[in-house]
């Protein structure tokens, strides 16, 4: 029997004496509590969970237990350490607080436990341990206590970061399912195969899909369970930070998706957590998603709120993360979110606007960009949500960017139309533009444009062969030109053939084949040139950073544009959708002077018919005659 368990069985009134008093080795002061209770416990996961205690020179004390379950009628800990007897380490009510708290003497990092709730119902529930730092390997669902060891070596990437400005930087973001990049590989073995292929590719960032535990694989992590561990799959926290380190140490940035929309309705995770509707709403209405079969936060309680924004800070301050990107902020946002009439209740003011998710939504960015300068907090948001990148003091949400969802929507939309048809179709690939300042965008083609029988982006184009890879690699030099910050799924950079699947993963194959390293040499010349060109960057966020040179050639499936950097240094990007080439296009040109050809996706060794310019002699008039290549996106530049 643990030190304090007899002590606290049937204690009565001395339930409402103070922790100190009662656990010497108690994680919560009253401070804490206080924090706790009113939602703004910004480091919470060193207050509950699973805190291992040492005394001055090192030694093991044990660890210390507690958890939020305010309407439970006992809580016990149960683990290797007790043979899971919900009879032997009966944990303590600390006053009004909700909170639940045990020591025990000799435990250490590596103890699997739950906590064991007996809720108001008097129904015992095994839970996992919603603050857990580490897990089991599912389909085990256990939690582990954890003590980092870890010494990090990214001290001057850091220092870097906080002076970092991604609105007006390069961001080019390599999206990653760390499962099935290359199927088996852990967190160490990714240390070296990923960050060097990365570093090969030219990426500025990488963005994984939800690292955060969940038991279900074929989710890709977005029904999380567990929202401060990193999953168990590929190894353990410290080993998840040798691999955030090493991309660090390369010069890449690593975001990360995080999902507060919802979480899974399993027994043993936060569903009725204390035999109440704890973390979730209790009616359907506003506690259940009907398109996921997943629950939704309580939002406006403080402990959920402070829950979630402090799994936003766990990440940033304990991993290290340079960015967050928020999924599926648009089924936050609407409380008619997927549902018909009467299925759905209106705020206080009788709209469909979510005003709970807003001020959560809104803590979490200020908070995070206050806490950690230089980072990214990214919205992936659907709708035409006003203010999305807008700052908190005007009523904006607070996010550095958002997902360009109309940008990806169309683009993909026009190539998918024969060239002939094309010009009946021009708006789409000029009508991003016209919002294109609207929000801080992000273009995105990412995972979910190459599931669901949506087949590969190769596939989606009319056309042979050779001008299916032809029209990608368009695409691609079309994007890395477009105002808005660039974003890749895995497997896109060479063209894979067939939907992703997450079982089987890449067909690394391919790239022993010429017409698919033809295509991954594009996009990696695309990452050089676009990080040394300010051009395509600096201005990003303001108009004044493009210029239309040809927006309304329809018929020629021609797009021509200039972008400019802050001192007033142009490059031109010009873009042919047709198959046919024009050999002597009139091409308006920003200033006189000598233009040189600095990119081709026609060439040759990508894989294109090679026909290119020579350095292109503008005079006065500022037009001149080019070569566009079929097919192909060519940037120029002032010698």
Avoid at 25 to 36: A, F, N, V
Avoid at 231 to 259: C, M, Q, Y
Avoid at 501 to 509: C, D, I, K, R, T
Wanted: hydrophobic share 40%; with cysteine; glycine share 8%.
């Amino acid at each position: 029997m643990g030190v304090f368990s007899k002590f606290f069985k049937g204690q009565g009134e001395n339930n409402h004496q103070p922790a100190s008093f009662l656990n010497p080795h108690s994680s919560l002061g009253e401070l804490d509590l206080y924090l706790i209770a009113e939602g703004r416990h910004e480091q919470l996961w060193k207050a509950l969970g699973a805190q291992v205690k040492r005394d001055a020179s090192g030694a093991l004390l044990g660890t210390a237990f507690s958890v939020w379950a305010p309407n439970a009628q006992a809580v016990s800990l149960i683990g290797d350490h007790n043979y899971w007897d919900r009879n032997s380490h009966q944990m303590h009510r600390i006053g009004s607080s909700g909170i639940w708290e045990i020591f025990v003497a000799d435990i250490c990092a590596g103890t699997k436990y739950k906590f064991a709730v007996c809720g108001i119902d008097g129904r015992w529930v095994d839970h996992a341990d919603p603050m857990a730092r580490a897990t089991e390997i599912p389909p085990l669902t256990a939690s582990v206590v954890e003590e980092s060891q870890y010494q990090w070596n990214d001290g001057s990437w850091i220092e870097q970061r906080s002076q970092f400005q991604p609105w007006r930087s390069a961001v080019s973001v390599y999206e990653v399912h760390l499962g099935s990049w290359k199927i088996g590989l852990n967190y160490k073995e990714l240390a070296t195969e990923l960050v060097d292929y990365i570093q090969q590719q030219g990426f500025t960032h990488v963005e994984f899909l939800p690292v955060t535990e969940h038991p279900y694989g074929p989710s890709w992590g977005y029904q999380v369970t567990s929202f401060f561990a990193p999953t168990s799959r590929f190894g353990s926290p410290d080993e998840f930070k040798f691999l955030v380190d090493a991309l660090h140490n390369a010069g890449i940035g690593v975001i990360l998706d995080w999902v507060p929309a919802h979480f899974p309705k399993d027994e043993w995770a936060l569903a009725k957590f204390d035999g109440t509707a704890l973390y979730e709403h209790a009616d359907p209405r506003l506690g259940e998603h009907p398109d996921w079969g997943t629950l939704i936060f309580n939002f406006g309680r403080n402990e959920v709120r402070n829950f979630l924004v402090a799994s936003a800070l766990y990440w940033l301050t304990e991993f290290h993360i340079d960015g967050l990107r928020v999924d599926a902020v648009a089924s936050m946002l609407y409380l008619d979110y997927s549902r018909e009439e009467g299925e759905w209740l209106p705020n206080k003011h009788g709209g469909r606007e979510n005003l709970e998710a807003v001020q959560l939504l809104q803590e979490a960015t200020s908070t995070a960009y206050k806490t950690h300068p230089g980072i990214m907090m990214i919205a992936e948001e659907s709708t035409a949500w006003s203010g999305v990148t807008g700052d908190t003091s005007g009523g904006g949400l607070g996010f550095g960017f958002k997902w360009n969802m109309g940008w990806m929507h169309d683009t993909l939309q026009y190539l998918s139309h024969e060239p002939i048809h094309r010009v009946y179709h021009h708006n789409e690939i000029t009508f991003s533009i016209l919002y294109a300042w609207s929000e801080n965008f992000m273009l995105p083609l990412s995972h979910d444009e190459v599931v669901h029988g949506k087949g590969q982006l190769v596939n989606k184009f009319p056309g042979d062969r050779w001008q299916k890879l032809a029209t990608l690699r368009a695409l691609y030099g079309f994007m890395w030109a477009h105002p808005g910050k660039k974003l890749l799924f895995m497997g896109s950079e060479f063209a894979q053939n067939d939907e992703w699947n997450e079982s089987v993963g890449l067909q690394w194959y391919l790239t022993e084949y010429a017409e698919h390293q033809g295509v991954q040499k594009a996009v990696a010349e695309l990452n050089t040139i676009y990080k040394s060109t300010p051009a395509l960057w600096e201005k990003d966020t303001n108009p004044e950073g493009f210029t239309w040179l040809v927006g309304n050639d329809g018929a020629a499936n021609v797009v021509a544009f200039a972008r400019w950097d802050d001192y007033a240094s142009a490059l031109v990007s010009v873009t042919n959708f047709s198959p046919v080439p024009h050999e002597s296009y009139q091409l308006p040109f920003p200033n006189a002077g000598v233009w040189t050809e600095i990119l081709n996706t026609d060439e040759l060794s990508f894989g294109g018919s090679g026909v290119s310019n020579e350095p292109v002699i503008v005079g006065a008039s500022q037009i001149a005659s080019v070569r566009v290549p079929p097919l192909a996106t060519i940037w120029f530049k002032r010698s």
